[in-house]
């Protein structure tokens, strides 16, 4: 290929990738949102990722896509701490929208990764407390006590009965919340609308289950061996 034809390429390439998510504003909150696709499936994620790539979503998760879906990704505040403020902005934010998605039946699809989980888990709570059902993945994002608040096995039983819950966990031995999503998750693994798997990945390893929720799919069923790390 010419020097020409490479550039032309590159620049196609570029105008791509932009064009294939949108920066709205939500309230004071930024979001990346991806076009829905042709078919409307009716389906809505909103994806909470972890502190590293919260404040910089717009530009470090372009390649997350929904497949099927709308997926909304809050950027939150880089100023103040995700998991208390900032996070607590997005939640009052993007409240409403999600509220009239779930009104319109679109099914509500809610990933938690690391310290989104907070976010994430709190407006599941708060979708199921105005009588909506839906799904909540948490990918080592189990969250501790926030004000006044513990994000423990009796939440998830008292808040999102009506949900089903995913919870993920890495083996990691050097993350907090990593320990906490293990925990909780084995409490709630005989519940009927829990499903928990652990696996021998480290925290930034769980971050590969974006794309496989997104593209409809379950993540496969860890064996033996990869469970063995306390």
């Not at 021998?200 to 769980?206: A, Q, R, T």
Request: proline content about 3%.
């Amino acid at each position: 290929m010419s020097r020409k034809g490479l550039i032309v390429l590159i620049i196609m390439m570029l105008i791509a990738v932009s064009s294939s998510a949108e920066t709205i504003r939500i309230g004071k909150t930024d979001c990346l949102l991806q076009p829905s696709a042709e078919t409307d499936s009716m389906k809505k994620y909103v994806l909470f990722v972890g502190s590293a790539e919260y404040f910089n979503a717009c530009s470090s998760c372009k390649s997350i896509m929904a497949d099927d879906g709308d997926l909304l990704i809050p950027q939150g505040n880089c100023e103040r701490e995700l998991c208390s403020a900032a996070s607590d902005e997005v939640i009052r934010d993007i409240r409403p929208t999600l509220l009239s998605w779930a009104a319109d039946g679109y099914e509500m699809i809610l990933i938690g990764y690391s310290a989104g989980g907070y976010p994430a888990t709190t407006l599941a709570s708060q979708l199921a407390g105005e009588g909506y059902s839906g799904r909540l993945y948490l990918l080592d994002g189990v969250s501790g006590a926030y004000k006044s608040t513990y994000f423990n096995e009796s939440y998830y039983r008292n808040h999102l009965a009506t949900w089903d819950v995913v919870i993920y966990a890495s083996s990691d031995r050097y993350v907090r919340i990593s320990e906490r999503t293990r925990r909780i998750g084995s409490k709630l693994s005989d519940d009927d609308n829990v499903i928990y798997h652990r696996y021998k990945l480290n925290h930034e390893g769980m971050k590969l289950f974006y794309n496989v929720i997104m593209n409809g799919a379950e993540a496969p069923e860890p064996v033996p061996e990869q469970i063995s790390m306390p």
